[in-house]
């Protein structure tokens, strides 16, 4: 990394930081600092696990206790217990936490408008641009790529949106049981393995890998959410699903896809995945692919 490029960022957040009155003990004129008035916030109408909000914050448990303590002490936040599992709490907000979060709004809302009414319109464009490519590479930056079971919560969302997907794009629709089926256990190592990503704890790609014969894998089920498309998690999640693949000994992949999806199809000739005849009788495929590993 070079040092200009470090310079750079630490320069934005500090200029961020001052604009936004992070630095105030007082964030936006309130009895609160940032951090709390944030969680405040993050816990919303509807409420939060106290585990789901150290995740999408990316906060320390015992720090996030300690901000919601001051919260329940200000008459904002009340935390239950569930009755299922002593380890799940869940925050609520009360009738004047809900009044706070409203005023807070307000205020963010007159801030923002100090910001930008010092810019003429060309100037404000420019910066409501940059903004929105910043927060969509700051989104990739928390990006995180693991493996998990075939079955297990997170793995079986990310298909059923996959499947959604499909039933809305596919010319007559979609139905899974027509498909070649595919084991579960083809898809736990040494045979096969499943992956997802995440940003800020919230599942946003998916794709699996199983042995097709000695040395050749086959892809399936990739699948990244529409509205953070062509910000490059299909081609990072594409390369850790070759990276898995070699380690299982797998020299050569395969996959197929149907012609509605036009941006998976690019992405894997981008990405040196090379048409060929088809290699199975998948009925809801147009092109199959192949690509040898290096």
Aim: with cysteine.
């Amino acid at each position: 990394m070079e040092a200009e490029q470090i310079r750079q960022v630490r320069l934005f957040q500090r200029i961020v930081s001052q604009r936004t009155g992070a630095l105030h003990d007082r964030f936006l004129g309130r009895d609160r600092p940032m951090g709390a008035s944030r969680v405040l916030y993050e816990i919303g109408s509807s409420g939060a696990d106290l585990r789901d909000l150290c995740t999408r914050l990316d906060l320390d448990s015992g720090y996030l206790t300690r901000l919601i303590h001051d919260l329940v002490s200000e008459g904002l936040a009340s935390v239950e217990t569930s009755p299922d599992d002593e380890r799940v709490r869940h925050a609520s907000l009360t009738a004047a936490g809900r009044a706070e979060v409203e005023e807070m709004n307000r205020r963010a809302d007159q801030l923002t408008v100090s910001l930008l009414e010092n810019l003429d319109p060309a100037e404000r464009q420019r910066l409501l641009d940059a903004m929105a490519v910043v927060c969509r590479l700051l989104q990739i930056s928390g990006l995180r790529i693991e493996r998990v079971e075939p079955d297990s919560p997170e793995a079986r969302w990310c298909i059923e949106q996959y499947f959604e997907e499909l039933r809305r794009r596919f010319e007559g629709g979609f139905d899974p049981s027509l498909v070649l089926p595919t084991d579960e256990a083809d898809l736990r190592p040494p045979r096969g393995v499943v992956m997802v990503a995440s940003i800020d704890g919230a599942w946003v790609a998916c794709a699996s890998l199983k042995t097709l014969t000695p040395g050749v894998g086959y892809l399936k089920r990739m699948w990244v959410d529409g509205s953070l498309r062509g910000m490059g998690i299909g081609r990072r999640l594409l390369a850790a699903m070759e990276s898995e693949a070699r380690q299982l000994g797998m020299t050569t992949l395969r996959l197929e896809t149907n012609r509605a999806l036009v941006e998976a199809i690019r992405m894997y000739r981008h990405l040196g995945y090379d048409e060929v005849p088809p290699f199975n009788a998948e009925p809801y495929a147009h092109h199959w692919f192949e690509k040898h590993l290096t």
